[in-house]
């Protein structure tokens, strides 16, 4: 019979908009998602991520989970929104502590954090305004949030993801 490697780690992956819910909660902007979600007949019963899991709300509970488990690893996506609410400039310092506790529990629960800085959430702001990915200047406003993301919490997380599935964000 085969086994696992002794080093294989076990882990576990969300996504912000499918799980955190509290989608305009503590200064959070909307994303692609948020506005996409109202479009009747694009999601199946008319589903929107508002609420989700609220793991915004029950993280801790969540992590308890996780450890009970047996995980080691936990890969989950900021949302863009939620630290930059337009995608630029403004930081939003509720968003910056949302993400800095879950990260200090999946710590204190010895599971890893691996983060994704890009899970298909633009920022709407950036959509509307500048035309998304399409506006070559959407490299300059990623690399802000990238910044930000690594100077506050690069001290805990050493393991990034740039962008989930870029193939699907490129061609659907």
């Not at 007949?41 to 989970?65: S, V």
């Not at 999946?106 to 500048?130: F, G, M, R, S």
């Not at 997380?157 to 964000?169: F, S």
Request: hydrophobic share 40%; glycine share 8%.
């Amino acid at each position: 019979m085969k086994k696992f490697p002794e080093d294989f780690i076990w882990g576990t992956a969300t996504s912000s908009y499918q799980i955190e819910g509290a989608s305009d909660a503590d200064g959070k902007g909307p994303s692609i998602w948020d506005s996409f979600c109202t479009i009747p007949g694009k999601i199946a019963q008319g589903e929107t991520g508002n609420i989700a899991c609220n793991h915004y709300h029950k993280f801790k509970e969540d992590i308890q989970l996780m450890k009970d488990m047996g995980v080691k690893a936990y890969r989950f996506s900021i949302a863009w929104a939620r630290v930059m609410p337009t995608g630029k400039g403004d930081v939003n310092e509720k968003g910056i502590q949302f993400y800095s506790e879950l990260i200090d529990e999946l710590l204190k629960a010895d599971i890893e954090p691996w983060v994704t800085l890009y899970h298909w959430d633009l920022p709407l702001a950036l959509q509307l305004e500048e035309d998304g990915w399409l506006n070559k200047n959407i490299t300059n406003h990623f690399s802000e949030y990238a910044k930000l993301c690594f100077d506050r919490f690069g001290d805990r997380v050493k393991n990034w993801i740039t962008l989930n599935e870029p193939w699907v964000v490129s061609i659907l």
